[in-house]
Every structure is written in C-alpha cells, then in structure tokens.
C-alpha cells in the first residue's frame, strides 16, 4: 500500500483520523497547510533516526528545509508504548483525546498494545486503528518507518500522544533552515 | 536543566571521583509568621521551612546538624535510602541530638526526586522544624521542564504541638469546629426521614466518633513555603513554559485537596518516584506524600495554586504569575465532606445490625411532622443487650444510597463504596487516584511475597489513642522482617480517619492491581472503611520506625518499631547502643 492510499484508508476509517482532520482548523484547509503530507520513500532526501525511550526522543530536534521529504526509521526502545507524529500542537492536542480513548478502552496497556481491541468495528465503520500516515504507534522493541514531506515554515512538532506524555515533555522540535 | 550539563562537564573533567558534598544546618528557635498570627517554633537556619537541600545521585553528603535547642532533637531524611543509623528516629537509630551538639550524618545519595525532610522528636515538626530535599538524577528525567519550583504545604496552628496534644488527650474535638448541630438533626431529618436521620446518629455514637471528624485539628493556617495566604507565595513563569512543581505535605494533620484553575498538572513522581504521566485537574496530597507535576501555562496571566484542606476547614495558596505581584481568583472553600456509614464500614465492633433491632415501639419515629413529642430520653433506654444475636446479613438490606450523600458520580477504589470523603474535581474533571499511579521504570521484579502481615489500624477516639491490631507503641512488640524476603502487609483500617502509613528504610510498594508497574512510595494512605495492600522488599539491614504520619496518631501509639534479622554483613540492629526513650514522632 503506498502512503496516499494509506492516508486516504486513514481519513475514511480510524478515529484517530478525525482528529487529524479536526486538527487542520489552524491551517484553513487541510493537514498540508501546517505540516506537510505524506512523502514517497523515493523521494526522502535523506534518513533520520528517531529513537523513543521512556517518555523522550532522541534527537529532540531536528532541522529540514521546506519541502523537503524525510524518512523517518522510528525505533521504540522504551518499556512503554510510544507514538512519533508529526503536526502541529494544535494537532496533537485533538489527537491526545482519541488516544486517552484507546487507553480507556484498553487499547493501550502500559507495554503493550490490544491489537484485537485496535481492528474492532467500533460501529458506523471507525475502528481504533491507528493508521494515520503522520504517525506510528509501536510495542516496546518495534520499529517503524514514517515518510512524511514538510511543506512550509510552522509550528510543527513530533510528539508521542499517549496520554500524558506529551505534557510530561515527550516532543521534539522541527527546525526549518 | 542547566546544572545537569555543569555536573555533566565536571563528571567529564573528575571522571574517577565520587561527588562529595558537605552541608550544615542549625536547629533554631524561631518566629513564624503566617499572616494570621506570628508565633514561636522551630527551624533550620534560622527560618521555618529550613533551606531546600539540593543533592546529587551518586554523591555521598555529609551533613552537619548542630543543636541550639535546649532539648534533644533529630533530623529524619523522609523516603531516603540509607543506612539505619543515619534516619534519624531517636530510640530507634540513634540517641538523638543533645542541646549544644553537632550530628554528623553521612550516608550516600542512591536515589532521585523530590523528599523531605524532618525532626523525629517530640512534636518539633508540627512546630516548624521541616525542609524540603530535592535529588538531581544522574541520567535524565523521563519528563521535561524549563523551571522548577518547590511548593511545600504545611497545616500552621497557633498552638504548641505540646499543648495540641494535652487538649486533644483532654478533649479529643477540641479542634473540631464541624460538629452536627441540633438544628442540623433536624435539617437532617427532613431531608432524610426521622428514621434515617435516628439511626445515623445512633451508629455515630456507637462509634465515639462525630460525623464531622474528617479533621481533628482545625483552626490552621494552611502555609505554602512558609506563607500564609495573604502573604501569597508566588512563582515566576514566561508564558509557554513547563514548569515542574515539587508538592510536599508536611503537615501534621492536614491532608489538602490541590488544584490550579485553568491549568491541568501532569503528575510524573509520586514520592519521588517517577510514574507514568498522567494528566489530572486536580489531586489529593496525603500527611508526608510527595507529588512532582508539569504544568505549561500559556497566557500572560496569574494562576492560583490552591490547596483546600481534605475537611475544609482551611486553605493554602500560591501564584503562579508571569510578574511579581499579579495574583488571580481565589476560590471559595466547597462544602464540608462529612463522613457517611460507608466510613466506618470496616469497624468490627460496630453494630450495623442492632439498628435494626432497636427497640422504636415507644418512640414515634415514623411521624416526621411531629418531633418536640419525640422523647429522647426513651432513646438511652433502647435494648442493646440484643446485639450478639445480631444478624449481619440484615446491613445488606440497609439502604446505604440514602446515608452516602455522595456527591458527584466519581468512584475511587481507594474509598470505601459511598465514602463521604470521595474526592471530586472543582470543574468536574479528573481527580488522580491511586489507581493511576503505575511505576514508570519498576525497581523491583515483580514476584510473589513470601508471608502477609496484617496491621489493624485501630483506636479509640474518645480517649484520643491511637494504635495498631489495638496495641499502641509503648505496650507492642517489635514487627521482625527478614533480609530477603518480601513481606505483603495487609493494612485493615477500622477507625474513620485517614492514616499515612510510613514505612522509614525501605519502599513500599503500592499494591494498585498494576503487577509489576505497581509504585513504589514511601507513604500510603489508607482511608476510612478500606483495606490496602502494600509489599516491601526487605533490603535494608538494621531496624526502623513504621507509623502513622499524622503527627498526634504516631505520638498516641499509632507506631511500631521493626526488626530486619539477618543481612549481608549481618549489620544486626545494635539495641543497646540506642537510647531507649521510645520512639517518637
């Protein structure tokens, strides 16, 4: 599945992308005013490792040009379930609550993830996948890739949305040279 | 942060050298002036609180306390890990501080996080005598912060902790200002039903207990950092920071209830501790408990720390602002909470069931309307003698809903089912619970304990004496541990008062039904009606102090002394090299 699809799979099913969406308000019209949007792999200028612990990234900030396209190789290795996504504050700020949902329903245990829990039909097609191309969800050991293309300057972070670890600090910042 | 990348630059300069660091504190009559009155007591350095010690993990301290009381005095390192006989607890430790003398204590820092610190004598603490120890980590912190504040809470009281405790062995609600009122009986009984209203103070009396003894002292003034109210104690912020607030209870008696208005707290330690980050409106600081929390204030505006005592009969509060001088609302105090039947659930010898069996034939109780005809006098004559026979099973037919009065729908498993001291949050949000707090880098593997130990938090509060499985301190014996084992304690709590149960030496762990993410703390709250589980690894030779924190409980007897028999070096508790002057709180 290549990364549009991905997000246009994202948009009409998950949760989580509602928030994405619901997200955009500060940017007028969709995610790509802000943040950018997903990036072919073909297209990375180049790498970036992002490694999670428990609850920080390292780095803890990273610089790009505008427009560039970065591919991210996301490893978790903390004891916890951890989240990369890449928005605006705004953005993870709508999306925390849809994630304090899949705490509260079990989704999110700790160390781990309920994977059966995450594919249930919550009705009316949602789910509580968690699938959008911004970001990535990984069990403790996991390792995912992000392929994201920056668009303009602006306010925009990664940041792990688990509940209360983006208060407790777990973002970065992104730098635009 | 900046001083982690100074002591990183130095440890990069000294790589084989052991931080050292050496520190003096003077033990001091002072003046306290919290606003409301200006009283005599007890500091460090000449002020109450004393200095905020700031240590490093991995450093071994040296701490120089001399003595320019005229009585004997002790400083305890609360939730620190050390060796026995430097925690500070005279009859148990050591001997204690003479007038005139300087103590040396010496041990290494092997932990991080946010303690405190107090006198162990008499009732030196109450009087003034605590501080406040903040430990750096050697690695980073699991959260992040632009700056730091410690805020300190304290129940201040005109009286002496001396006189404090003759009034209450005299007259146990002497600081009870809350007490039901005649008139309320009968608010009480319009609203509820004669009957109800009858049989709630009936059981009440059974129990020596008022309702409204939710606190038995009142009539504080609730100190942030040693300011009263008025005197408003504030913290500096540029708009968009996090800022880590360090909450410290050092009260004697007070539990507070804590909130910032427009700023949720995301709580990452928990005695020092870090927990997985939760995000809360509002929290509840038990006697001796700690609590780290992030907030990010983003407007140029003041925020209100407010701190409402659990019983609300008083209140602590503080400013967060961007200017010095801005101050913002602050709240009124919320309805008293008064505690409800569910409270005193877990007293054995209270007769649930004889209400039932109570005599009422003579006594119209039925008739609402008509109460000056209600002879109370018929009440001294009901038929208790019947109470053995007692059925218990009839409680479950008690209508418990009617007599909870619970407000909100917030149910915690902390309290008892219908407790009326249930927290809820000011705006209707989440107020943290027990059960929220799951470690966030477990210390210990998880493992089955090897016996249980219950301890029955029992007392009598019309002769104001306070003791465990009904043995107070003076009259029990030593609890023996050995090396090694991990003991499960069962803590029972059959009065209605709440009670910080502190372990000295050791962790305990908060049984939260999390497993291996269960905390580690080094006070536990166990409230009225409810029974807590907490596991301790027995890892530290020597002997120590276990008891109530709450500073008149612990000098009425609610205290043990235990025994940890074996060890690595077998560092067996030298008993008679101690003083035996008992143990003190």
């Given at each position: 599945?290549n ?14 992308a ?9 940017g007028g ?15 990375a ?5 992002v ?21 991210f ?5 903390g ?14 700020e709508?999306h ?6 899949m705490v ?17 039909d ?11 191309p911004?970001?990535?969800l ?5 390792s995912?890739e992000?392929?994201?293309?920056f668009?303009d300057?602006?306010n925009?972070e ?7 670890h983006?208060?407790a600090?777990?973002y ?6 | 942060?900046?001083?982690r990348?100074?002591?990183?630059l130095?440890?990069l300069?000294?790589?084989?050298m ?34 905020v ?7 071994n301290v040296?701490i120089?306390v ?12 609360h ?10 607890v005279p009859g ?5 501080i003479?007038?005139g003398?300087t103590?040396t ?7 991080a ?5 107090h ?28 700056r ?10 005109p009286?002496?902790g001396?006189?404090?405790?003759r009034n ?5 609600d002497?600081y009870n ?5 005649v ?5 009480d009984?319009?609203?509820?039903g ?17 309702k ?8 504080f ?5 040693g300011k ?8 500096l912020?540029?708009?968009g ?8 209870n ?5 539990y ?6 427009g700023?949720?707290?995301t709580?990452?330690?928990?005695d020092g501790?870090?927990?997985?980050p939760v995000s ?9 408990e ?6 990010r204030?983003?407007d ?11 019983g ?22 919320r309805?008293?909470?008064r ?12 007769d ?14 039925d008739?609402?309307e ?8 018929s009440m ?7 109470m ?9 037919g008690?209508?418990?809903?009617s ?7 917030q ?12 927290p ?8 943290l ?18 016996r ?6 029992t ?6 004496t306070?003791?465990?499985n009904?043995?107070k ?5 030593p ?12 803590f ?6 709440t009670?910080?149960?502190h372990l ?19 006070t ?14 027995v890892?530290?030779p020597?002997q ?25 070096d ?16």
């Amino acid at each position: 599945m290549n990364a549009s699809k991905l997000f246009v799979a994202g948009m009409a099913l998950s949760m989580s992308a509602t928030a994405f969406a619901a997200g955009a308000h500060d940017g007028g019209h969709g995610h790509g005013a802000t943040s950018g949007e997903p990036g072919k792999a073909s297209e990375a200028s180049r790498t970036v490792t992002v490694e999670m612990y428990d609850n920080y990234y390292e780095p803890e900030e990273i610089s790009v040009k505008p427009g560039e396209t970065v591919r991210f190789v996301v490893e978790n290795k903390g004891n916890l379930v951890h989240e990369f996504s890449v928005g605006t504050p705004d953005m993870h700020e709508a999306h925390q609550e849809k994630m304090m949902m899949m705490v509260e329903h079990g989704v999110i245990q700790g160390g781990k993830l309920n994977h059966d829990m995450m594919n249930m039909d919550m009705g009316n097609g949602h789910s509580m996948k968690h699938d959008d191309p911004n970001s990535v969800l990984l069990e403790p050991g996991q390792s995912k890739e992000v392929v994201w293309k920056f668009s303009d300057k602006g306010n925009i972070e990664f940041a792990c949305n688990v509940p209360g670890h983006y208060q407790a600090g777990m973002y970065g910042e992104v730098n635009f040279e | 942060m900046k001083p982690r990348f100074l002591t990183g630059l130095l440890s990069l300069l000294m790589p084989a050298m052991v931080l050292a660091g050496e520190y003096d504190l003077t033990v001091d009559r002072v003046k306290i002036d919290t606003g409301d009155f200006v009283k005599e007591g007890i500091g460090y350095n000449g002020a109450s609180p004393g200095p905020v010690m700031r240590f490093k993990e991995g450093e071994n301290v040296r701490i120089n306390v001399t003595n320019n009381l005229d009585e004997i005095t002790s400083i305890h390192w609360h939730g620190l890990i050390l060796p026995f006989n430097q925690d500070g607890v005279p009859g148990i430790s050591f001997p204690g501080i003479k007038p005139g003398e300087t103590f040396t204590y010496e041990f290494p820092i092997q932990q991080a996080g946010t303690y405190w610190f107090h006198s162990h004598s008499g009732f030196q603490e109450p009087d003034g005598a605590y501080g406040a120890i903040v430990i750096e980590p050697e690695k980073r912190e699991p959260f992040r912060y632009d700056r730091e504040y410690v805020v300190q809470l304290t129940d201040k009281h005109p009286h002496s902790g001396d006189r404090i405790m003759r009034n209450l062995k005299m007259m146990p609600d002497y600081y009870n200002r809350e007490q039901q009122t005649v008139g309320e009986f009968f608010s009480d009984a319009s609203e509820n039903g004669l009957m109800n209203t009858v049989r709630d103070r009936m059981a009440w009396g059974d129990m020596r207990m008022m309702k409204a003894d939710v606190e038995d002292l009142q009539g504080f003034t609730g100190l942030i950092n040693g300011k009263g109210p008025d005197q408003n104690w504030t913290g500096l912020f540029e708009p968009g920071e996090r800022i880590r607030l360090r909450f410290i209870n050092s009260s004697a008696m007070t539990y507070f209830d804590i909130r910032i208005p427009g700023l949720d707290m995301t709580v990452v330690q928990a005695d020092g501790n870090n927990v997985q980050p939760v995000s809360v409106d509002e929290f509840r600081i038990g006697v001796a408990e700690t609590y780290d929390v992030i907030v990010r204030p983003k407007d140029e505006q003041a925020y209100t720390i407010f701190a409402e005592s659990m019983g609300r009969s008083g209140y602590a509060r503080a400013t967060l602002a961007p200017e010095e001088g801005m101050e913002a609302a602050v709240p009124q105090l919320r309805e008293a909470a008064r505690l409800t039947m569910a409270d005193m659930g877990g007293m054995p010898g209270m007769d649930h069931g004889s209400m039932a069996g109570m005599d009422h034939g003579n006594m119209d109780m039925d008739s609402s309307e008509d109460m000056s005809g209600m002879d109370h006098s018929s009440m001294e004559g009901m038929d208790h003698s019947n109470m053995d026979s007692m059925d218990h099973s009839n409680m479950e037919g008690m209508d418990h809903g009617s007599m909870a009065m619970g407000k909100g729908g917030q149910s915690d498993p902390f309290y008892a089912k219908g407790s009326g001291l249930v927290p809820t949050a000011a705006n209707g949000g989440k107020f943290l619970s027990y059960a929220d707090l799951k470690a966030q880098d477990p210390l210990y593997e998880d493992r089955e304990p090897t016996r249980e130990i219950e301890l029955r938090l029992t007392g009598n509060m019309e002769r104001y004496t306070w003791s465990i499985n009904g043995v107070k301190y003076e009259d029990a014996d030593p609890i023996r541990l050995k090396y090694g084992e991990r003991v499960r304690f069962k803590f029972v709590n059959e009065t209605m008062m709440t009670h910080p149960m502190h372990l000295h030496g050791m962790w305990s762990i908060l049984d939260v039904g999390a497993g291996q993410w269960n905390p580690i703390k080094h006070t536990i709250n166990v409230n009225p009606g409810t029974t807590v589980y907490m596991e301790t690894e027995v890892d530290a030779p020597g002997q120590w102090a276990f008891h109530c924190h709450l500073s008149y409980h612990a000098a009425a007897g609610m205290f043990r002394k235990v025994i940890i028999e074996g060890g690595p070096d077998s560092t067996q508790a030298k008993t008679d090299v101690i003083a035996e002057d008992g143990g003190e709180a």
